[in-house]
């Protein structure tokens, strides 16, 4: 499975920004892909993760209420729609997949596999 990010970029504080995630190779409807972030100093976090077959998701404290995870089965693509951006999102975001979803409390270590990340950049 590969994952390809692409959407990222320096915006103003309040701005919107949408990710997205390619996916190519052999997937699964059990399949859970989701995207986590890194900003700069700072550990890897979990931001949201949605449910390849059914589409159940979910998002952290942090962003939830502003960002919302999605996907396209058809286009094989998930994204991450993020509204009214703070400084404190300035992060590299990654796409990451998982063979089948897991019931709690998501971390990177649980991912199978990784995309490259896309800088997002949010100042004033």
């Known amino acids: 499975v590969q994952l390809q990010a692409s959407g990222g970029g320096a915006v103003r504080p309040g701005d919107s920004l949408r990710l997205s995630c390619g996916v190519s190779g052999r997937t699964s409807s059990s399949y859970a892909m989701g995207w986590f972030r890194q900003a700069p100093g700072k550990e890897r976090e979990f931001v949201a993760m949605i449910k390849w077959s059914g589409g159940s998701s979910l998002h952290s404290g942090s962003v939830k209420g502003r960002f919302t995870i999605s996907k396209d089965s058809a286009k094989k693509t998930v994204y991450l729609q993020m509204n009214s951006l703070k400084p404190e999102d300035t992060a590299v975001y990654y796409c990451?997949?998982?063979?089948?979803?897991?019931?709690?409390?998501?971390?990177?270590?649980?991912?199978?596999?990784w995309g490259k990340g896309t800088l997002v950049t949010v100042s004033s």
């Open positions: 990451a997949a998982r063979t089948s979803w897991f019931a709690g409390t998501w971390s990177d270590g649980l991912m199978h596999y």
